[in-house]
């Protein structure tokens, strides 16, 4: 019933140069969460344009990017080793979050600047963050 390892198994099963199956489903479910706010973040702007003026669903989105902060953690992790390349480029995830920060300082009355910050500021410089990972991790998320 147990798991059993003999003394040359020990070596690989730890090694963190190569991924494991739980890292690639993890790798799965990041990208799916990133083109997930890519996709919310271009109909808020949408939204809005269109006359919607809802601060909540932009409010969702950015604990939603939030959340991805808290996944890079990981994602870099996994690919300290496997990969320098995938590793800088979710590293530069740094170059989102003046933007995410400049949004909750904004007054909550203030809509205008708040889409403003997205339209100009937010959303392309995630889209070409999150492009950039997705393209950098795609061997290891078609397997």
């Not at 990969?83 to 480029?89: D, G, L, M, P, R």
Request: net charge negative.
């Amino acid at each position: 019933m147990g798991h059993n390892h003999d003394d040359h198994d020990h070596e690989h099963y730890y090694d963190d140069s190569i991924l494991h199956d739980n890292q690639y489903v993890f790798l799965k479910h990041y990208i799916n969460m990133l083109q997930t706010c890519e996709v919310g973040l271009q109909y808020i702007l949408s939204d809005f344009k269109k006359g919607n003026k809802d601060i909540q669903m932009l409010k969702d989105c950015i604990v939603a990017i939030k959340a991805i902060q808290d996944a890079n953690f990981l994602a870099w992790n996994l690919m300290k080793k496997i990969n320098q390349t995938a590793f800088e480029s979710i590293r530069s995830f740094d170059k989102v979050m003046p933007y995410i920060e400049e949004i909750d300082e904004v007054d909550e009355k203030d809509l205008i600047l708040s889409y403003e910050i997205l339209e100009k500021g937010l959303l392309p410089e995630y889209l070409q963050w999150s492009s950039t990972v997705r393209n950098n991790l795609k061997q290891y998320t078609t397997k």
